[in-house]
């Protein structure tokens, strides 16, 4: 990776002098190069890719003076600009020279310009004649490359060479900059970012279609105007405050789970191990975008590889390099974005508690039969009791009984109620009414605390049994399944209403 193969260079070099195509690597996402001073090039690109050949293209250079050869009209800001960010993620528009063909600008009279870093790139815009228009090297609608596999995903047997360099650094294509507007404007944000350019030249503006989604204006750069980086599944943008959008993701990701559906979830570090369902991918840390960055176009190449029905994602920080990321995100989402405390309200409860004295028997035994139910929403489903002194066992003879049943409770510790169990999205269902009286009298937050007959609507008693016999623990255990077959027939009927509105 990184090291350069002077021959390798040499013939991709020949291949674009030629009126070849070659994919090459850029620090941002792989480029699909084309001599731009032809127009034979310009249009074997529009080809491969299957782009519309009103979307022009950047014109990638190695030095300074290649820039006075393909443009007019440069205002004063540029040299600041180069100097400070080329070679680098920054494309710049200008008027052009006559030397540029309209096939490679699209019909236009401005020409897009960008100067990148890497290395493998550099060589080849030298060893090619020292103008490669490049777009992105993938297949048009598809996310762009990160990876010389991606590009032959794409393109293998559409063009005549791919370098390969390993993943690029940045993973989202460059910042675009209009320098034909006073002042600038940022067609199309990437990793130089509107507060760094400033830095630089003072304030310069955003193109409304970026942040206005709702606008009728068209995108000033062609491009922006496609439904780009479009995954096949549907995708969602799920925003909210990080354990709300989880719960929310949970909640829809399980109900298309039960209608047999295959479910993709773009999480991060801090919340992938969180998700139950469907296939989960971390994208990187939230608290580092670049990391966020690299790994996206990455992650939904996968989800369409995985033929995955939707995509649900979270939503990431909007600082730095995020702009850009959510940006992209929101592209491919066709810009299908929800609330998720939304969400999260049309669920009643998310998580059921059974409570017992001890938490060594019935207790666990209702939450272990709960779980066996087929529920059609996803609750967390736990046991605890009003004394539990230490982490004990499931009683040996509870155990007993639910092996005879193919169920366990091998894996259990008591735990005690707490007052931070009792919460707005929790049911808590004591296993008698002495028991819920105790909780009602102990405890000041007292919503959502019922019996567990009085919830489910049946009046049989289910007195503790400790030190009687197996027989009677089966007996217990028969009184507690009808329970729990009435109550998931209840919160199924719930759900149920809550759909329907
Ligand atoms: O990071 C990048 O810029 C990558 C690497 C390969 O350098 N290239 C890239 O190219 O993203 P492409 O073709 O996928 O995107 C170029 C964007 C399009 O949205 C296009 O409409 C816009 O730049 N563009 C090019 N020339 C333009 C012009 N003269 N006026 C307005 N927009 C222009
Ligand atoms: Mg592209």
Redesign the pocket.
Known sequence: KNKIDELEIMAAGQIIKDGGLVAFP?E????LGADALSEVGARKIYEAKGRPSD????V?IADRSALEEIVVHMPAETEDLMERFWPG?L?M?FEKSEKVPYGT?GG?N???V?M?DDLIARALIIAGGGFIA???ANTSGRP?PTTAQHVADDLSGKIEMIIDGGSVEIGL??T?L?MTVKPPMI??PGAITKEMIEKVIGEITMDQTITNTQSMEHP?????KYRHYAPKAQMIIVEGEMSVAVKAIKQIAFSQVRFGKQVGIIATNETADQYTTGIVKSIGARDNEQSIAKNLYRVLREFDEEMVDYIYSEAFAIKGIGYAVMNRLEKAAGHQIVQAIDIVKTQPFSKIIFVSYNDNSRGPMAAELLRHQELIQEYDIESRGLIALFPEPANPKTEAIMKSQKMTLCNHKAKKLEESDLKEDTLILAMDETVRWKIVTDFEYIKNVYSLGEYAEDTTKIPSVYGQSLAEYGELYEKIKILIEKLANKINDETKKHEKR
């Open positions: 850029t941002t996402v792989y480029g979307n022009p293209l950047i990638h993620p494309t528009i600008t236009l401005t020409v897009a960008r990148p490049a777009p992105s762009s294509e460059s675009i209009d067609l199309r000033k750069a062609p491009g922006m």
